[in-house]
């Protein structure tokens, strides 16, 4: 995962196409606004990939976790491991 800061995204190179995780860290919170993965990697799993590695960066970071998306937010009800990091 490459946190690229000039865009404020969280990114997974796949071939040519790219995975992010856009966000806005304030105070120790990490605030995730969208998650996108282009048409032809949607349904590969490579979104959650990428989720996974935000949120295992945010939990070393010890960030509070925010997550905007609709797709963050359904991701995390999925996994209980990280729901103390909200």
Not at 2 to 30: C, I, Q, W
Not at 39 to 51: D, F, V, W
């Amino acid at each position: 995962m490459n946190d690229n800061r000039e865009l404020s995204r969280f990114e997974n190179h796949v071939g040519d196409a790219v995975v992010f995780a856009s966000y806005k860290l304030e105070e120790g919170t990490l605030y995730i606004n969208y998650v996108e993965a282009p048409p032809a990697l949607r349904g590969t799993g490579e979104a959650g990939k990428l989720m996974a590695e935000v949120m295992d960066h945010a939990r070393k970071q010890s960030y509070k976790v925010v997550p905007i998306c609709s797709y963050a937010v359904s991701w995390i009800r999925r996994h209980p491991e990280y729901q103390d990091m909200l």
